[in-house]
Every structure is written in C-alpha cells, then in structure tokens.
C-alpha cells in the first residue's frame, strides 16, 4: 500500500474556545501572527505537495487567505463539532479523493508540531493500512476525581498515552468509520476513536511533548517559546 495522494484536513470551525478574547482561539496572535497561520504554516514545510481542506465557519470574518502556504487548497465549511468538520471535508473530496489515499487531520490549534514529527508520521503510514497518530506516552501521575474534585483512586500510566494530531488513515477507511460512528450514537473524539470503534487497532506513532495544544491563555506564550526553540533547531541542522 502506498500514499497516491496526500490531504489534509484542518477542522477551524464551531464551538472553539475564545478563552476571553474576542475571537477565536485560531485568531490569536502569537509573534503576530495567528495561530492558524503557524498551524498552516508548519504542515506546509513538510507537506508542500499535500492539498488542503480547511473547514471555517460559514460566517468566519476572521479568516485572511494570505495565511495559507498551500498552491492546493479549498475553504470547506465547517460544522459545530470537529467530527462534523473532518466529515464535510471527507464528503466534499468524494468526487476526487480514491479510497487508499492518506488523509492526515490536524488540529487547528496545535501550531508548534515539530516538522521532524510530521515527517516521521507520514513515512510509519505509507505502508500502513489501519492508520495512526501522533502521541506522546503519559509520563505524569494519573489521578481519578469523583464529582466532589476529590481523588478516588491513583491509575496506572502503563500503556497510556496522550494522543495528538496529525491523524492519518485511507479516506475510504475513515469517512465510512466516522459516518459508521455517528450513526451507531458512538462518541467521536477524535478520528482515532471512530476507528477503534470497527474493531480495528490504529497505530501509535511517538512524537515530541512540545506538539502543545492552544488551550489556556498562558499557552499562548510558551508556544512564542517553543517556536523559537525549535526555530533554533531547524537552523542547527541545516548548518
């Protein structure tokens, strides 16, 4: 099995966080521009080739095209829910998307996902048929609270892990899989989810802890600090 053509999705519509701010968290700035425009930015350094389905809101005012590397790219509209998103997108690349082709879904607000991470992710799921994910093993005590915020019991971190995004599978495999899981009433957090839920194994792929997921306010500057780190980085190996 081989990757004929690459797509990526990059779910930026409904209910997202604004954390106070005045608009959505894929608008804030970070270095001056916004998150979404990192985002885009570093999936286009390792996938130049790819095309790209970025779900907005219909009534986005927000949204800037000069933020989008891509030569490939259409503005899909998005739904409440991510799950809604990636499945407008995968319907909308029916007519033109074959059934063994590689769709990598990546969360709009994870801009610092290190180049390095997207790169290794693609080449574990070139030969791979079931598809997988970034993730990061859980290095930190897991506590259980009951409602009180109390802790009922202390879980065993053996074999878990923290996924994060990119998330590839075959768009056949994946559009039936979400489709499959909406119907049946599964809950769908994330595309890996819908897989697992027709038996099947997705496979993990380790990546870096700095992959951080635009949350809280206060992320917003350790992401100025991760991107200058890895900036640093990148220029050291070219060296």
């Known amino acids: 099995m081989t990757v004929e053509r690459l797509w990526l999705i990059v779910p930026a519509a409904g209910r997202g ?9 894929q608008y804030l700035p ?10 885009l930015a570093r999936l286009y350094l390792a996938y130049p080739q790819a095309s790209l ?12 095209p000069c933020w989008v590397p891509f030569g490939d790219w259409q ?4 739904g409440v829910e991510r799950v809604d998103s990636v499945l407008k997108a995968l319907d909308d690349l029916a007519s033109v998307a074959a059934e063994n082709d590689l769709v990598l879904v990546h969360d709009v607000a994870r801009p610092c996902v290190h180049p390095d991470d997207l790169q290794r992710l693609l080449e574990a799921l070139i030969d ?23 802790v ?10 923290h996924a994060l995004t990119p998330q590839g599978f ?24 819908a897989i697992e839920a027709q038996g099947l194994a997705p496979r993990l792929i380790a990546g870096r802890r700095d992959n951080l997921k635009i ?16 900036l640093d980085e990148l220029k050291r190996q070219k060296e």
């Open 30 to 39: 970070i270095d001056e521009k916004p998150v979404l425009a990192h985002t």
């Open 215 to 230: 949350t809280h306010p206060e992320d917003l500057t350790l992401a100025v600090h991760i991107l200058a780190s890895q």
């Open 17 to 25: 966080q604004r954390m106070g701010a005045d608009r959505p968290k």
């Open 152 to 161: 009922t019991v202390t879980e065993s971190r053996d074999g878990l892990w």
């Open 128 to 150: 791979e048929p079931v598809g997988g994910l970034l993730a990061a093993p859980v290095a930190d005590t897991m506590k259980r609270a009951d409602k009180a915020g109390r």
């Open 75 to 78: 503005r899909v509209a998005g």
């Open 170 to 193: 075959r768009y056949g495999l994946l559009r039936e899989a979400l489709h499959g899981a909406l119907d049946k009433g599964v809950q769908v957090t994330d595309e890996a989810s």
């Open 53 to 64: 389905r970025l779900c907005l809101d219909e009534n986005d005012t927000w949204f800037d």
